[in-house]
């Protein structure tokens, strides 16, 4: 598949990802695909906005954080509880290259997904797993992690051009 990785500054990356509606071939293609890119761009978690494609679809493989089944395939996915109980830890992500900030964020989420046949599946996650599918969530409803760091430390980002003033 050809693609090209959008880096913030891409209004694809603003946008509220559309719903997958065709559990069909094509999808287990394309979620394949996004499973190989990942690979090759050496991500834990990739969203499909962040390759071109307005699709409510995410791939992880933590392997290197926590053990677990991988490569695994969210789709359509939605947080529906957020424990109070938060961390602080660094993040990265594909589409700011360079940049690297402490984010705070739920030590526990319940997610409502699907598989790629189609098969709903609600289930609870802690630590990094929920750390990576919040970021990689937010990438569906057109949030960066950026946009959840301090004013001071975002403001210094755009100081030194790390990141666009308007984004
Ligand atoms: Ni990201």
């Given amino acids: 598949m050809r693609y090209k990785v959008r880096i913030i500054g ?39 906005p962040q390759i071109g494609f ?12 926590v053990k677990g089944e991988y490569p695994r395939a969210f789709i359509n996915p939605e947080i529906i509880e957020f424990s109070e109980e938060t961390d602080v830890k660094e993040e990265g992500c594909l589409s700011i290259p360079g940049v690297h900030e402490e ?17 709903e599946y609600t289930e609870e996650y802690t630590d990094w797993l929920a750390r990576i599918l919040q970021h990689e ?15 001071i430390k975002r ?13």
């Fill in 137 to 151: 969530i937010d990438h569906l409803n057109g949030i960066l992690f950026v946009d959840r760091i301090s004013p």
């Fill in 10 to 48: 891409d209004p694809i990356l603003r946008k509220k990802a559309e719903p997958v509606e065709d559990f069909d071939k094509k999808l287990r293609k394309f979620v394949d695909d996004m499973i190989d890119i990942m690979y090759v761009e050496d991500g834990i978690g990739l969203a499909a």
């Fill in 103 to 119: 984010v705070v964020r739920s030590t526990r989420i319940k997610v409502k997904y699907q598989d790629e046949k189609g098969k």
């Fill in 54 to 65: 307005s699709r409510q679809v995410v791939v992880v493989d933590a392997s290197e954080l």
């Fill in 155 to 167: 403001n210094l980002l755009i100081t030194q051009k790390a990141i666009p003033a308007q984004f």
